[in-house]
């Protein structure tokens, strides 16, 4: 499970306040500051607890505690979109940044290089969307089941690796999908590793 956006805003929400002050928020501040009602920060705090990124105790005012990678007081970092990569039949990517994006270091493993925005729908069944923002660890290689983007005679897309005595094989996770079949004649490179991905974002 990825944090929303709006999740991660009340995430750093929570993180400043502490910083500042040496104490967490009360829902009640945190619903001012975010600008939204306060059964939607519980909401959200509920969703980031599920993820193991804090601690919510029940009967506590300030009890939001934050745990694990979200504990940490440098967790943003600044990763560059730089096109997009499809699931589905394979485009042509410009590598020209778009935008930086600011991202938490909690939400992804391993840490990735460069963000891609997905066009198409051949991973739906892996959770992976149309207009999704995918993190992408830069490697040359890939275990079988791994999810990659791959480059196919001179364009990108994003498909479950799988390698037998037959050659490569890129698949799809929607059935309506067929496979990319790579031989020795095609040029083929393997780009980097899915990391996880960004829901959301303009």
């Not at 009640?28 to 509920?46: C, N, P, Q, S, Y």
């Not at 990678?69 to 979109?81: K, S, V």
Request: aromatic share 4%; net charge positive; with cysteine.
């Amino acid at each position: 499970m990825t944090p929303t956006p709006a999740q991660l805003r009340i995430l750093r929400l929570v993180r400043d306040h502490v910083a500042a002050r040496g104490y967490p928020p009360s829902l009640r501040e945190l619903a001012d500051a975010a600008g939204i009602t306060f059964a939607a920060v519980r909401k959200h705090l509920l969703k980031l607890a599920a993820q193991g990124l804090l601690e919510l105790p029940e009967r506590t005012a300030r009890g939001i505690r934050l745990v694990g990678a979200a504990a940490g007081g440098t967790d943003a970092r600044t990763l560059p979109l730089i096109g997009r990569v499809a699931a589905g039949a394979p485009i042509v990517v410009e590598a020209n940044i778009e935008r930086a994006v600011t991202v938490d270091r909690a939400l992804f493993h391993p840490q990735p290089d460069y963000l891609l925005r997905v066009v198409g729908e051949s991973m739906v069944d892996a959770g992976i969307l149309e207009g999704d923002l995918i993190a992408v660890r830069q490697a040359p290689e890939a275990r079988n089941g791994q999810i990659v983007v791959a480059r196919v005679d001179g364009a990108v897309t994003v498909k479950a690796f799988k390698r037998d005595r037959y050659g490569v094989h890129l698949l799809p996770r929607n059935p309506a999908y067929t496979p990319i079949e790579v031989d020795a004649t095609r040029d083929f490179a393997i780009e980097g590793l899915y990391c996880g991905l960004i829901r959301g974002a303009a």
